[in-house]
Every structure is written in structure tokens, then in C-alpha cells.
């Protein structure tokens, strides 16, 4: 039987049967539980998996299909570093959630799980969530520049309401993963969604500001009009697996600006006549915008 995975935990395996219309717990079969012990990454939310049945509610799997999409970050802490953790997987669209205040979003965070949707051929979709808790003028700016960069941009406030019925609509009949720091509302944004209390909230930790875990495993909701949300736990790190294209598809404005710079290989740090660099002076291109891009350039 073909299923899919709706959560893992403590080597435990939740796998929806479509055609049943219910969840089983599954195991991994001997080869698989072995290579589980040198790789998280082995089987993830969103996978596809060949398993059969046991006695009772329960089954053990015997293979774990090919992956279409995925959502990547590299391993956290030092150990981590050069290793590839999957977070999800077979997704249509990835919606990163930030908010703008508490805790207040940084662009280059938001650049960075941008190149992670790309890296894993997922399309990137931006929300601006806690809304009702600034003037929406203070953002205006950073809105008009994932815009212009062809970027879906939604604004919302599950207080308000706002941008809530925007984002069901882009859901139906695909499947989204919701994603992004502890505390931006991920958790209540897919509760308004579902019109339920499905994923769990939690108040905002006021010492760090960085919110609490809400969310303790990746969990797959099902949208009643078609399409599926998978629902991650915050995430404190956000190292990325990229390349040069991703990250010049990501800063769309500074790639064409940089072919007129007078080296073909320019770093756009300290070689003369360099386009970028003379567009930052003009104005043209922001300060910050040319930071995140070289500080990214660099970690990559």
C-alpha cells in the first residue's frame, strides 16, 4: 500500500491511507531503521511511502519514495554545518511567515528561507503576519521591493482578520508548507485557515522575544476544498544549501545590475568601477539590500 506521512516522532510513523480516509502508525522495516540511525532526513513529513500492513493499527515500512520538492535548511551548530536536514517534503509552495513585530522580521532572514524554497524547487510566497500591531506604512517599503522582485506578498492578522481569505485561496488543491521563527503566528494563521484549533498556539516568550515552540512535530492538515498544509515547528537557525543561481534568482534587481560591472568575476566589495556598488551610492539600490546579498553570497 502507498501512503503519506503526517508526522514523525521518536521513530514513530503516522502514514495516511487516501483510499481508507485514516492514519496508521507505521515502523521503519530493518535496512531502513538502520540508515534512520545515521540520517533524520530518511523519511520526513511529505513523503510517500510503500509500507503493509499488522495486527491492529499499525504497519511497517518498506519504502520511502523518490522526492519531487523539498525544503532544506543545513544542519544546526557546528556539527551540523555541511549536513542537509529536510524538513518537508513534495511541496507546491512554501509560505514564509514573519511578522512585524514581536518578533520583528529581518530581511535577510526572509532572503534566506526564500534561496531554501528555491534550492528545493518549492515557489515562495511571503506573509507578513501580526499586521494589526504597526502601521502598515512602516513596511511599505520591503512590500514593494518582493513585488517588484515577482514575489507573492500577503499581509495578515489573525486578530483582524485581514489577508486571511487572500491566503485561502492560493491554498486550494496544492500543497503549502507553513514556515518560519517561533512566534509569527504560523500556528494561529493555519488555525484560521481551518476555522479550527488543529495546530496548537502559545504566548510569545517577552524575555527573548523569539516566541515559544508551539509546534512540536511536523503535522499535515487537510484542506476541505482540496490541498493539503504542512504545518513546521519554528526554527531558531536557518543555515542555507545554495548555489550561485539560486541566489542570483533571489536578487533579481543586483544580477542585472552587476553586468555592467568591469570584472566578470566581481565580488561587489572592493574591485573598481563596479556597477552594484555605484547603484548602492546612487540610491538605487538599498544599503541593506546590498548587505544581505554580499553576507549571503559569503555564507554560501
Known amino acids: 500500500m502507498i501512503g503519506l506521512v503526517t508526522n514523525v516522532q521518536k521513530g514513530l510513523i503516522n502514514v495516511y491511507i487516501e483510499e481508507e480516509l ?41 519504502e520511502i519514495k523518490s522526492r519531487k520538492t523539498k525544503l532544506v535548511r543545513r544542519g544546526a551548530g557546528k556539527k551540523g554545518k555541511h549536513m542537509e536536514q529536510i524538513l518537508a517534503s513534495n511541496i507546491d509552495q512554501a509560505l514564509l511567515v514573519f511578522s512585524v513585530k514581536d518578533p520583528s522580521y529581518k530581511t535577510n532572514l526572509i532572503d534566506r528561507y526564500i534561496i531554501a524554497a528555491k534550492h528545493g524547487g518549492i515557489e515562495p510566497i511571503i506573509i507578513f503576519n501580526k499586521i494589526d500591531l504597526v502601521d502598515k506604512k512602516l513596511i511599505e517599503e520591503d512590500i514593494k521591493l518582493y513585488r517588484e522582485n515577482n514575489y507573492k506578498v500577503f499581509i495578515t492578522s489573525t486578530f483582524t482578520g485581514e489577508g486571511i481569505e487572500e491566503v485561502k485561496k492560493i491554498l486550494n488543491n496544492k500543497i503549502s508548507v507553513f514556515t518560519g521563527i517561533s512566534g509569527v503566528g504560523k500556528s494561529s494563521l493555519v488555525n484560521s485557515i481551518l476555522n479550527d484549533n488543529l495546530a496548537k498556539t502559545g504566548e510569545i516568550s517577552s524575555s527573548l522575544y523569539k516566541g515559544k515552540h508551539t509546534t512540536t512535530s511536523s503535522s499535515v492538515y487537510f484542506i476541505p476544498q482540496g490541498g493539503k498544509i504542512i504545518d513546521i515547528p519554528g526554527l531558531r537557525e536557518f543555515g542555507i544549501i545554495s548555489d550561485k543561481h539560486e541566489i542570483e534568482e533571489t536578487f533579481k534587481d543586483i544580477f542585472e545590475i552587476s553586468k555592467r560591472c568591469k570584472f566578470r568575476n566581481c565580488s561587489h566589495t572592493k574591485e573598481p568601477e563596479c556597477a552594484v556598488k555605484i547603484a548602492v551610492e546612487e540610491g538605487k539600490i538599498s544599503e541593506k539590500r546590498y548587505r544581505n546579498f554580499i553576507k549571503l553570497k559569503q555564507d554560501c
Open 22 to 62: 485514516k492514519e496508521i502508525k507505521c515502523i521503519l522495516r530493518g535496512k531502513l531503521f538502520n540508515q534512520l540511525q545515521k540520517t533524520k532526513s530518511l523519511v520526513v513529513v511529505g513523503d510517500y511511502v510503500e509500507f503493509e500492513k499488522t495486527q491492529g493499527n499499525k504497519g511497517v515500512i518498506k
